[in-house]
């Protein structure tokens, strides 16, 4: 069992910033990738970003790819990432979760493939 939690959402103007974290607790040692995911009001949950523990390689959404960092808090550790957002928009505006894997499928972005979920936090961008 793996318990995730996120913090750090808000309210900010567009072009602001924000940096949401994602604690891990349990056994994060049988995980492999931690990712972001977000649901805009009205809408299909989609993927943000990942990051795999093995080499810490990271992979974005096209939407949020030089605006977005995805990093983690520690090379060895599996148990803290953050999500540091910039130059954000209204369309960013959503429910933002982090969750985890634990198989070895090689795919990032499908949500299904996401073991572990935490509550999500809500992220909003005023114009």
Not at 20 to 35: F, K, P
Not at 93 to 113: I, M
């Amino acid at each position: 069992q793996v318990v995730l939690a996120e913090s750090g959402g808000g309210l900010v103007q567009a072009g602001g910033s924000l940096r949401l974290s994602c604690a891990a607790s349990g056994r994060t040692s049988s995980t492999n990738a931690m990712g972001w995911f977000r649901q805009p009001p009205g809408k299909e949950r989609e993927f943000v970003a990942v990051i795999n523990w093995s080499d810490s390689s990271t992979y974005y959404a096209d939407s949020v790819k030089g605006r977005f960092t995805i990093s983690r808090d520690n090379a060895k550790a599996k148990n803290t990432v953050y999500l540091q957002m910039n130059s954000l928009k209204p369309e960013d505006t959503a429910v933002y979760y982090c969750a985890t894997k634990v198989n070895s499928s090689p795919g990032r972005t499908d949500s299904a493939l996401y073991d572990y979920w935490g509550q999500g936090t809500q992220v909003t961008v005023s114009s």
